[in-house]
């Protein structure tokens, strides 16, 4: 049977930002919406037991991936494995984000401060 999860399950109260974890639903799957209005703002380096997946909605956002820098934009998909290091930044004044974590419970092992 599905189950619905409405925005109050998730969301923050400032704009599209907040996470979910798959766990609620005892599935395999989590998310994170990011939006943010400030260059340069944006998770530092890090990584995940499992498999992120970054969509990116709106904006522009620079991606550092195992050490490369990978720029992207509106429509971009960027497929992170299991233990590669990585952050994010905005680029101008707006990006808007959905991460999608393969696992039922978010975690980060975080690289720097």
Request: hydrophobic residues 35%; proline residues 4%.
């Amino acid at each position: 049977m599905a189950r619905v999860f409405t925005r109050k399950d998730w969301a923050r109260e400032d704009g599209w930002n907040g996470g979910w974890d798959g766990e609620m639903a005892d599935t395999a799957v989590s998310f994170i919406f990011s939006e943010r209005s400030e260059p340069g703002i944006g998770p530092k380096l890090h990584t995940h037991d499992y498999d992120e997946v970054q969509i990116v909605r709106r904006g522009k956002a620079l991606y550092t991936v195992d050490g490369e820098e990978i720029e992207a934009s509106e429509g971009d998909i960027l497929v992170i494995p299991a233990g590669t290091p990585h952050k994010v930044q905005t680029v101008g004044n707006l990006l808007d984000v959905i991460s999608v974590h393969l696992t039922g419970k978010k975690t980060a092992h975080w690289l720097e401060e």
